[in-house]
């Protein structure tokens, strides 16, 4: 083995090297990008939870809206205000399972660029 460091084998080894490095790097990243994911899904759930929870909520404040106003302890206006209320509230309901469902089937993977990232490697399969 030489012991110049303009050899091919340490030239060699030091491209073998960054090599390895651009892979830990990019290994890196998606695990990242799929930890970041998961965390924004399970965030995401929760919003929709707390959202089912508060139509339910406010479905009952409607029905006692409700049962007041046909006492004659309440006014229509009350009655009005509550589903308004649960109207405004069922609506972020849909935002909010819209957003998950757009979350969920998000890549972790840029497919787009895997080629761009092999071509760093000579176009070489690295497994």
């Keep these: ?9 340490t030239l060699r080894q030091i491209q073998a090297d960054m090599a390895e490095a651009k ?5 890196q ?6 930890i970041d ?12 939870d707390l959202n089912r929870a508060n ?6 404040h409607v029905t006692a809206a409700r049962v007041r106003l046909e006492a004659g302890a309440s ?17 972020t309901l849909i935002a909010a399972l819209t957003a998950m469902r757009g979350k969920i089937p998000r890549h972790v993977v840029n497919e787009a660029a895997i080629p761009k990232f092999l071509e760093r490697f000579g176009g070489k399969r690295l497994v």
């Design 55 to 60: 139509v339910g909520r406010l479905e009952e």
């Design 29 to 34: 990243q998606v695990l990242i990008e799929a």
């Design 75 to 91: 006014t229509q206006t009350a009655l009005a205000q509550a589903e308004s209320r649960l109207s405004r509230a069922r609506t």
């Design 37 to 48: 994911t998961y965390l924004e899904v399970v965030k995401t759930r929760k919003e929709v």
């Design 1 to 9: 083995m030489s012991t110049n460091p303009n050899s091919p084998i």
């Design 23 to 27: 892979y830990r790097v990019a290994e």
